[in-house]
């Protein structure tokens, strides 16, 4: 899928029409449309959302061409999410409190996350 728009990203467009309104077109491969000329909007924005882990594998190429912002579940969060939240995390300390040595949030919650899983809980 990347690949097929490197086009677009390039900015690599055939303007057609006047010098007071041209319009821009990329190539872009889709599935058995082979390359069809698309419309792109003076005002096109592109925002590539990849997760974290699979930025190791991912093309430099292709990362070059992307301002890189990190962006969390908690960056989501309203202030009240935010607070409740915070209540969460104290109840959550407060139920797996264990006398028995090594027990962890991860043994009461199947999966825990500390970055996303009282977070998903919040966000309306």
């Not at 000329?37 to 925002?47: N, W």
């Not at 990362?63 to 990190?70: A, C, S």
């Not at 915070?86 to 027990?103: H, M, N, P």
Request: net charge negative; proline share 5%.
């Amino acid at each position: 899928m990347v690949r097929n728009l490197y086009d677009l990203w390039n900015q690599n467009y055939i303007v057609v029409g006047s010098e007071e309104d041209p319009k821009f077109y990329a190539r872009v491969a889709l599935g058995a449309y082979s390359n069809p000329l698309l419309y792109v909007a003076p005002t096109f924005k592109c925002i590539l959302v990849m997760d974290e882990s699979k930025l190791e594998k991912a093309d430099p190429p292709l990362l070059n061409r992307f301002e890189k912002q990190r962006i969390t579940m908690n960056d989501a969060l309203m202030p009240q999410e935010q607070d409740l939240v915070e209540t969460l995390k104290d109840w959550a300390e407060l139920i797996s409190t264990v006398k028995l040595r090594g027990f962890k949030h991860e043994d009461l919650f199947i999966g825990f996350d500390k970055n996303e899983t009282l977070q998903s809980l919040v966000i309306d």
